[in-house]
């Protein structure tokens, strides 16, 4: 059995769906952040960074979410983890794209999002513009696509996912762009997404 180690995250969830798409059994281990828990003793012995997720394998402990995703999908390549019109090469190009540049941007709305100072504004406005950028890209690829990739959801549509609904809860304002809405209410619906947000009600 696996077990995960896992906070309130994106990149946690993604990985939560990822196992859940695999059908692999595992054990989901909830790491508070706001607690401090990611650097207690007990969990700097799994992971020396301090960093959540954390996946503990046979093969050994797999952390960083990219790093854990990549295990999944050559451990478990029959659940298509990613996309199997992208070569890993393309796959990996649009996830460093998303974990590098618009999830930060995400994540530095959000928290600046209530905030009332100068400063707290113009971090969010300067998020927004990114972002704003960054769907538009994303817009004209899902003009003719119910997905990502066509034929399937894949992990780069749960990045999306969770994004979008960080950024929904933050007051994010998706107006312009359609098909992403359209692509978020899609993947609601999708019961592997629907079970690994229900896990321990840790999403």
Not at 71 to 90: C, D, G, M, N
Not at 122 to 132: G, P
Not at 185 to 198: D, G, K, M, N
Request: glycine content about 2%; proline content about 4%; charged content about 25%.
């Amino acid at each position: 059995m696996l077990t995960l180690f896992a906070s309130h995250s994106p990149c946690s969830m993604v990985v939560t769906v990822a196992l859940e798409k695999a059908r692999v059994e595992y054990k989901l281990n909830r790491i508070d952040i706001d607690k401090l828990e990611h650097e207690s003793p007990e969990y700097l012995k799994v992971n020396p960074k301090g960093r959540v997720p954390s996946l503990l394998t046979p093969d050994g402990t797999i952390t960083e979410a990219l790093g854990i995703i990549f295990y999944l999908h050559k451990k478990y390549p029959v659940a298509q983890i990613l996309p199997r019109s992208l070569t890993f090469i393309e796959s990996t190009c649009f996830l460093s794209w998303i974990t590098s540049h618009i999830q930060p941007h995400c994540m530095q709305y959000c928290n600046y999002a209530s905030g009332l100072s100068f400063d707290a504004l113009v971090l969010k406005n300067q998020a927004e513009e990114q972002l704003k950028s960054a769907f538009e890209v994303i817009q004209k690829r899902l003009k003719n696509s119910m997905f990502w990739c066509e034929e399937d959801w894949s992990v780069l549509d749960v990045y999306l996912y969770c994004m979008v609904r960080h950024l929904k809860e933050a007051g994010f304002d998706f107006s312009a762009f359609g098909r992403i809405t359209e692509h978020y209410e899609r993947l609601t619906r999708i019961p592997v997404i629907y079970r690994a947000q229900s896990k321990d009600s840790l999403y």
